[in-house]
């Protein structure tokens, strides 16, 4: 439970190192960068941002390239490879990587050449097969479809909508146009779509006849072939048979390149970092022949990194204690704590002068958790499959890690609690060992009984233990705001806003378990004299509230409506304490669903259909449960720190502590001692 120091770095270098520099701070990643605004007559700033969008298009130039060749060689990805990580390689590598990163260009180049060759063939391709389908109904045709005629006659080649017949066409012209005789016919093809015609007639009647066509439907093809269609459609063959050659070539060529896969991952990668590592430029300044850049070192690597670039580059390193309020945070917390420093950080890091709450969240986080899931089977599930993938994937990345460690803890916690109400699985034993079993299931402590009791049997116990719960809850979160008060030695805050709160609601909830109507509800009541001793509690906490909540104003009177509101704010405190009662409800939601899925299953009797029936609804019933009850217990136990929790004590508003340093895809390079 620490928030670890801060120091302010400064580095002053010759300009020469400076590449080198900040290649080695974005390797080791221990420095956050902040902008430095000097510029004089010594010092100015160089604009890189050419620079930055040359490397971000040579980045995206090999990620294209990377894609294009995965489409043609397809990688294997197992159904866990997203836990993998990226990949770590050794320095040694790096540079042999770097050295290559030419040659590797070319061949990504050259794979972006190949898919616009192919992408140019296949649209040639589609232009080629429109022209094909359109030939087709004309390929009967012994004359080009350009034919015009000859010196005494008009040739008209074209078609109308729908089946017609010859003897169809003719009548309607000798309706339109009786005068004409002597107009030729010929059907080239027929469907029930169109009809494609030849139509001969003499020059004279050439624009009647076309008139009266056109008044019939008739109308010219789209594409017209310069040659018979029989010869054009040879000529088409040909052409789409070349552009299948060029297709099939140009991806032999990029399946050839398939070796280099890896590489241009790095490339896409190391670009990335280079594209970086100019911005950075935009936050240091220079001089003719030197360098400054200042930025926030954790206090366990500012020596380390000193004596490196000090004893590397020749350069000075300054070291001081960050004492201003911008200094960003990092957290230090012990393995069994730190899984939980990604909820805080959903919620907000905490400023510099209040402490880090996530240790004693992360208790409260797995008990509220394990009691929202409460089921020993479900658990089990969850934590395996955690602790497999924690063990099986060691690059994985750390803020999945610590995810993947956190719902570990919590798996372990939904066991303990499952075990101590009795649920595996819901009644899995109980109704396996009558159903197929016919005997009545062994008595098993915490797999059939509970250790403890059922909460679907004794659900007001259930009920007042989770009031319980909420109220330590609570009462820890002023016991940190007490915590916090006296370490910035404000004592006086520690009787006015916590002590007060404890004398009032623990004076009030004294006084309310002396009445009778509580032997029902919690099963005991306390003695009567509890409740005199529970009102002066609440009475002296109301006045301490009410005189000194508004201390900060000078008019009384603003002062006493502020001490009035802060009288309000018991109200608040009841709501909290009972919206606790959602650990009563979500853990029955679960342990009652798991029971329905349960008898489901075995409503078909012991038969091999009635096993096999029993075994998929087990399978698919329970990850159903265990998918829908695991996502309501991760999103209520994140409202009951993020607002009962922290809305007694925690400010936050810190910012998270951001190094510069290797934000890529596919690599990270390994830091040797």
């Known amino acids: 439970m620490a928030v670890l120091k801060m120091q302010r770095i400064y580095v002053y270098a010759l300009l020469k190192y400076c590449k080198d520099i900040l290649e080695a701070l974005q390797r080791k990643g221990v420095v956050e960068i902040e902008n ?42 197992g159904l866990l490879s997203s836990f993998k990580g990226r990949e770590q390689i050794t320095r040694q590598r790096y540079d042999e990587l770097v050295s290559e990163t030419p040659d590797i260009l070319r061949i990504a180049y050259d794979i972006i050449s190949c898919q616009k060759n192919i992408d140019t063939n296949l649209a040639e391709k589609v232009k080629y097969q429109t022209q094909l389908e359109v030939i087709r109904p004309w390929l009967s045709l012994d004359v080009p479809m350009n034919f015009t005629g000859t010196a005494t006659t008009r040739a008209l080649i ?34 029930s779509n169109q009809t494609c015609v030849f139509i001969l007639t003499s020059r004279d009647d050439a624009e009647a006849v076309s008139d009266a066509l056109r008044r019939i439907g008739f109308e010219y093809p789209s594409y017209i072939s310069p040659v018979i269609p029989k010869t054009r459609e040879k000529e088409i063959n040909k052409h789409l048979s070349n552009r299948d050659g060029r297709i099939l070539e140009a991806e032999n060529n990029i399946k050839a390149y398939a070796k280099y896969a890896e590489k241009l991952s790095f490339l896409e990668d190391y670009y990335v970092m280079k594209a970086e590592r100019y911005a950075v430029y935009d936050d240091i300044v220079t001089s003719r022949n030197t360098f400054v850049l200042s930025g926030y070192i954790p206090e366990p690597d500012a020596e380390k990194l000193k004596r490196y670039l000090e004893d590397t580059f020749e350069a000075e390193v300054e070291l001081e204690e960050a004492t201003n309020d911008d200094a960003p945070v990092k957290l230090k917390n012990n393995k069994f704590a730190e899984p939980a420093e990604t909820v805080l950080a959903t919620y907000s890091y905490p400023d510099r002068h209040e402490a880090d709450p996530t240790s004693v969240m992360a208790i409260f986080y797995y008990v509220f958790f394990g009691l929202m899931f409460s089921d020993a089977g479900y658990g089990i599930v969850m934590a395996l499959a955690c602790a497999i993938c924690l063990l099986k994937f060691k690059g994985m990345e750390q803020g999945l890690r610590k995810s993947l460690k956190m719902f570990f803890w919590c798996g372990v916690s939904t066991t303990f609690w499952g075990l101590l109400f009795g649920s595996f699985f819901g009644d899995a034993v109980t109704v396996i060992s009558e159903t197929f079993f016919h005997t009545a299931p062994p008595n098993i402590p915490g797999l059939v009984t509970p250790i403890w009791f059922n909460p679907v049997d004794d659900p007001m116990r259930m009920l007042m233990f989770s009031f319980l719960l909420g109220i330590i809850h609570l009462f820890t979160g002023l016991a940190v705001l007490i915590y916090n008060n006296i370490k910035k030695k404000d004592y006086l805050a520690v009787i006015y806003d916590s002590v007060s709160w404890y004398l009032l609601v623990g004076g009030g909830i004294t006084a309310l378990l002396t009445m009778d109507m509580m032997q029902n509800i919690a099963g005991f009541t306390l003695p009567a004299s509890y409740a005199t001793v529970g009102g002066i509690m609440a009475g002296v906490g109301a006045l301490i509230i009410l005189i000194f909540s508004g201390r900060e104003s000078k008019n009384p009177i603003i002062r006493l409506a502020k001490g009035v509101y802060g009288l309000y704010g018991t109200t608040s405190y009841l709501s909290d304490i009972l919206s606790y009662s959602r650990l009563l409800a979500l853990g029955l939601a679960t342990g009652v669903i798991a029971t329905v899925f ?26 159903v449960n265990i998918g829908i009850n695991a996502l309501g217990a991760y999103v209520h136990t994140n409202r009951l720190q993020f607002v009962e929790f922290f809305g007694k004590f925690y400010t936050g508003g810190g910012k998270g502590f951001n190094p510069f340093r290797i934000n890529t895809k596919h690599y990270t390079v390994k830091e040797e001692n």
């Open 36 to 77: 430095l605004n000097i510029e004089d007559s010594v010092f100015y700033k160089d604009d890189t941002s050419a620079f930055q969008a040359q490397y971000q298009h040579l980045s995206s130039t090999a990620k294209e390239a990377n894609e294009i060749l995965s489409r043609y060689v397809p990688r294997k990805k």
């Open 158 to 191: 074209g078609k109308f909508a729908g089946a017609k017949t010859s003897t169809e066409i003719l009548t309607e012209l000798a309706a339109i146009i009786p005068e004409v005789e002597g107009i030729e016919v010929e059907i080239v093809s027929s469907d």
């Open 598 to 623: 349960n008898k489901i299953g075995s409503m078909m009797g012991d038969s091999i259909i009635g096993i096999l029936g029993f075994i998929v609804i087990f399978i698919i019933g329970h990850g």
